[in-house]
T-cell receptor, first 117, second 112 residues
Framework: GAVVSQHPSRVICKSGTSVKIECRSLDFQATTMFWYRQFPKQSLMLMATSNEGSKATYEQGVEKDKFLINHASLTLSTLTVTSAHPEDSSFYIC?????????????FGDGTRLSIL | QQQVKQSPQSLIVQKGGISIINCAYENTAFDYFPWYQQFPGKGPALLIAIRPDVSEKKEGRFTISFNKSAKQFSLHIMDSQPGDSATYFCAASIIGFQKLVFGTGTRLLVSP
């Protein structure tokens, strides 16, 4: 099956720092990657859609200058949380898919637990 | 119209029993309905998915029932096991488009 790797799995950092999260598709070319945020006991909230080689499309209410997304290759997308604050603490999950697969199903990484002190 | 309503919010089933989770949607353009299983601290994993041209799909102990006219679909877990204890999300999308619309999730606990 399709494998999506997310790194790091957990990060703890001080308020004001920037944190980069990587999402890699290991065995297929991901033309599209998605970034989600999940609060405890809640559903997944789509933050942005990232197409390889083009700018990400952000969902309403998501600050694009706060959450920088880069999808420079068919196997890697990154999410950078800039000047992170405690309210940015959350579980961030990426998923990947391909236009060749009709954009479904989405294959998810194992998430990154971000804790801002 | 983009919502997917999921119930129940939580479910306790005895080992060997049948777990049933229901979802309802409004957008008739949806044509792809996956179910995801998520364990604590992990990302969701695709369990099973169905297209609206069939009314039922079975994979092992997992079955999706789909009712197009009622705009409802459900997940049945037969012979539920403690290892099935997880959160289950239904979702809906349009093939060829990008976004998955997720349900609110069901926390399943299978008691030994």
């Amino acid at each position: 099956g399709a494998v999506v790797s997310q790194h790091p799995s957990r990060v703890i950092c001080k308020s004001g720092t920037s944190v980069k999260i990587e999402c890699r598709s290991l065995d297929f070319q991901a033309t599209t990657m998605f970034w989600y945020r999940q609060f405890p006991k809640q559903s997944l909230m789509l933050m942005a859609t990232s197409n390889e080689g083009s700018k990400a499309t952000y969902e309403q209410g998501v600050e694009k200058d706060k959450f920088l997304i880069n999808h420079a290759s068919l196997t890697l997308s990154t999410l950078t949380v800039t000047s992170a604050h405690p309210e940015d603490s959350s579980f961030y999950i990426c998923s990947a898919t391909s236009r060749d697969r009709g954009l479904q199903p989405q294959h998810f990484g194992d998430g990154t637990r971000l804790s801002i002190l | 119209q983009q919502q997917v309503k999921q119930s129940p919010q939580s479910l306790i089933v005895q080992k060997g029993g049948i777990s049933i989770i229901n979802c309802a949607y409004e957008n008739t353009a949806f044509d792809y309905f996956p179910w995801y299983q998520q364990f604590p601290g992990k990302g969701p994993a695709l369990l099973i998915a169905i297209r609206p041209d069939v009314s039922e799909k079975k994979e092992g102990r997992f079955t999706i029932s789909f009712n197009k006219s009622a705009k409802q679909f459900s997940l049945h877990i037969m012979d539920s096991q403690p290892g099935d204890s997880a959160t289950y999300f239904c979702a809906a999308s349009i093939i060829g488009f990008q976004k998955l619309v997720f349900g609110t999730g069901t926390r399943l606990l299978v008691s030994p």
